[in-house]
């Protein structure tokens, strides 16, 4: 006989390991293909205001097209949302003045995202990214869901603010996939448009050290450089609070989404700074957001004093080793950024990134002109990538960016004007 202390022990054991037999053995919930159909585009009015447009769509048999369908393949991930957005920008406001941090309650829920590692589900959202660059009638567009009418270029307009995309949904409205628009410079980013100049304040803004200071010749957008390699932390704080901003304005967009769709799941999608504002509003809400040859953003959310999440593994980036921006190295006067009056200069970014290596796999040089949405779709996504299928993937892993730094030669600290 077993002395009693040791039996009840062993039966103790018994229980937590059947327990937990039973509980791997569970069904776990079926993950569903979710079709989507381009609903609105969204745009922000010459009065600041966030605005919606309907898109219509032709009936394909009224073309005489057959009726086509995008499809994305969906996964349950691990997300942390705030307990309100007023206690979120309570917590930003209370550590800008007075640094001091709020402790929030964040929720840890499971939601419904998309599939980062299937290829085709990154290529479809690839594809709606790249759509915000464009209009419907627009030879660039990708064709998602049938034809679509020729509407008014909403957003558009040579006086438009630049901070413009589409919302496409599922048929039921039961998910929401919000994308945002990114830099327009045509011929140094890809994609073209009228909104180059309030894209290159928000890039130099939020991703360059210290207020696109590169040199003497530079014109600084904010004043916090402080001579040699010093910077005002306060005033390079209080620079990225305007409310004309990118951020703010993409908050003011998420706030009105949800509110024509209160019981949806949105998933929030861009490119470049759109991939940036994208990433950041994810952190923001809560919500999975996918970002295609992003900048760094992980010095721009600590700028922000965004409240800080338990786990940002809902933010995915998705890369490639040509491209300098991403890889935060088109820096240096002479850079090719530089020269087309951009400081990119983070290269560190927030949750799980994809990075796909060209320049070993492809013998691409590295060089800003890869930099466009189109190279990702066509030479990249758009069919297998060899490294991967080699070990039975879609796509290469997903890795956190640990001991990542950035503007080491920067001084940041209290330098008050003189």
Known sequence: MLPTA???????????????ELEDRSPQPTTPRLRF????????????????SDVLRWPASNLGLPRTTHELRTTY???????????????????????????LLWSHERILAPDVESRETLLGLAKMTNNAYV???????????????????FGWEPDADGFRGYVFATPDNSTIVLSIKGTSAS????????????????????????????DWTWTTVCGCYRGGWRCDQDCLERALIDEDLFYPIGTNLYNNLSYM?????????????????????????????????????????????????????????????????????????LSSCSLAGYAMETKCH?????????????SWSVDVRTHGIVNVIDSILGKPWPPCEEVGREVPELHPEVDCVECYSWEFGDFPAP
Request: hydrophobic letters at 40%.
């Open 187 to 214: 011929g140094v980013f890809s994609g073209g448009g009228p909104t180059v100049k309030k894209d290159k304040l928000n890039d130099n803004l939020l991703f360059s050290c210290c207020c696109a200071r590169i």
């Open 77 to 103: 991930i691990s997300s942390f949302r705030p307990p309100s957005f007023d206690e979120y920008a309570e917590a930003r406001i209370r550590s800008i003045r007075h640094a001091q941090s709020t402790d």
């Open 350 to 362: 927030l949750g799980k990134s994809i990075v796909y290596d060209t320049v070993s796999n492809l």
């Open 261 to 333: 769709y209160p019981t949806s799941n949105i998933w929030i999608i861009g490119h470049s700074l759109g991939g940036a504002l994208a990433s950041l509003l994810g952190i923001t809400f809560g919500v999975p957001a996918i970002a295609f040859e992003s900048p760094g953003d992980r010095l721009a959310a600590k700028r922000l004093h965004l409240p800080s999440p338990p786990s940002t593994q809902h933010v995915t980036h998705i890369y490639h080793t040509a491209d300098p921006i991403a890889m935060g190295t088109c820096t240096g006067i």
């Open 135 to 153: 209009t419907p009638n627009d030879s660039a567009w990708y064709a998602l869901d049938g034809q679509w009418v020729h509407h008014h270029p």
């Open 6 to 20: 040791l039996t009840a022990l062993l039966i103790l054991l018994l229980n937590f390991f059947g327990s937990q």
């Open 37 to 52: 159909d381009l609903r609105h585009a969204h745009a922000v009015s010459p009065s600041g205001h966030v605005v919606f």
